[in-house]
Structure formats: C-alpha cells, structure tokens
C-alpha cells in the first residue's frame, strides 16, 4: 500500500527539522524573516506555508526543500534526517 505520510501521521520528515534550524539562527527569524529570505533566493513560500510545514501540515517538494536547505546553510540531507 502506498504511503505519503511519515510514520507519525504528518505531511512531511523536514517541518521539525527546518523549526530548530531557523531558530538556532543568529537572531532566531520569525517565520516571516524565513518567508523573506527564501523569497530572496526565488522560493515563493510565505508565512503561513512555512508555518504548516515546521508543524507538518504542508508537503513540501523537492525544489522547496533545495532552497530552505540553503538559506538555513545546510544540505537536504540534513533536513530529511531522522533524529
């Protein structure tokens, strides 16, 4: 059977991952600094998209991933880590 959720029920591995990345960042960006700065980088994500991604509401595709991966200064492995 196919699945497209993680094992705990939410749309996505990264949402956690890319919350404690963004506030581990000097001056711990709001959502909507984050919204921002990908927006800078050609990724059109506002706040309420990365809100319901960092609580695993929202899918997120693969060129999403790429560029929050670097405006957060990590790779996509990271990102898509278990921990």
């Known amino acids: 059977m ?20 963004r506030l581990a960042m000097p001056g711990k960006p709001s959502q909507n600094e984050l919204s921002a ?7 059109d994500l506002d706040k309420n998209a990365i809100q319901r991604i960092e609580c695993g509401k929202r899918f997120v595709t693969d060129i999403e991933l790429k560029t ?4 957060l ?5 990271a990102l898509l880590r278990d921990e």
Do not use: F, H, P, T
Request: glycine share 12%; net charge positive; charged share 25%.
């Open 37 to 43: 700065m990908l927006q800078i980088n050609g990724l």
């Open 73 to 77: 200064g990590v790779s996509c492995d």
């Open 2 to 21: 196919y699945k497209n959720k993680a094992k705990d029920g939410k749309n996505n591995i990264s949402g956690a991952r890319i919350r404690a990345l």
């Open 68 to 71: 929050i991966a670097e405006v």
